[in-house]
T-cell receptor, first 116, second 113 residues
Framework: GAVVSQHPSWVICKSGTSVKIECRSL??????MFWYRQFPKQSLMLMAT?????????EQGVEKDKFLINHASLTLSTLTVTSAHPEDSSFYIC????????????FGPGTRLTVL | AQSVSQHNHHVILSEAASLELGCNYS??????LFWYVQYPGQHLQLLLK??????LVKGIKGFEAEFIKSKFSFNLRKPSVQWSDTAEYFC???????????FGTGTRLTIIP
């Protein structure tokens, strides 16, 4: 149990276009979902935290208008990279938490975004 | 500021060798500590976690970690590594009651058969 999927697994887009990444908890309802960014050979940096039906909470330095997060249901969160530029190329990982008291996140496989 | 440090960037061991990966944290308040593993091409998986109680925590696949409060450390250990342990290992921390994780920079472990 506790499987999280992401779609797509990789995407290549042209500069200036927008890209949507989906994160789904397949076999549980996620109270909270998290979005991370991972640069090559670096750690995961938390971008934002989202709860179903409410606005996402963004970490300092993350542009809200550039990285739009929608958490429409207890099993789906989406990250839209708007007007993508080459510097947005990265590995984006989502995670989901099913029980606040357990404080355990289940991670998706990640999405590789390349902006040309 | 909250931070997690992993000083070993790349560790290379032979099979059956003993492993210890360092993790130090800088956190105010009560801290929850985690070790995650990322096998090549796979997603992050939880190895073990410490919230409270016995400072020696046992996880999956023979891994264990010891929380030493006085040293602000949570080192990961395994007495005898296998080739299949080749992976990236991340230490992470959060404050008690807060789900937000801060990750260390990771340690790449390479096991030579």
């Amino acid at each position: 149990g506790a499987v999280v999927s992401q779609h797509p697994s990789w995407v290549i887009c042209k500069s200036g276009t927008s890209v949507k990444i989906e994160c789904r908890s397949l076999d549980f309802q996620a109270t909270t979902m998290f979005w991370y960014r991972q640069f090559p050979k670096q750690s995961l940096m938390l971008m934002a935290t989202s709860n179903e039906g409410s606005k996402a909470t963004y970490e300092q330095g993350v542009e809200k208008d550039k990285f739009l997060i929608n958490h429409a249901s207890l099993t789906l969160s989406t990250l839209t990279v708007t007007s993508a530029h080459p510097e947005d190329s990265s590995f984006y990982i989502c995670s989901a938490s099913r029980d606040y008291a357990l404080n355990e996140q289940f991670f998706g496989p990640g999405t590789r975004l390349t902006v040309l | 500021a909250q931070s997690v440090s992993q000083h070993n960037h790349h560790v290379i061991l032979s099979e059956a060798a003993s492993l210890e990966l360092g993790c130090n944290y800088s956190y105010g308040g009560t801290v929850n500590l985690f070790w995650y593993v990322q096998y090549p091409g796979q997603h992050l998986q939880l190895l073990l976690k410490y919230f409270s109680g016995d400072p020696l925590v046992k996880g999956i696949k023979g891994f264990e970690a010891e929380f030493i409060k006085s040293k602000f450390s949570f080192n990961l250990r395994k007495p005898s590594v296998q080739w299949s342990d080749t992976a990236e290992y991340f230490c992470a921390a959060s404050n008690f009651g807060n789900e937000k994780l801060t990750f260390g920079t990771g340690t790449r472990l390479t096991i030579i058969p």
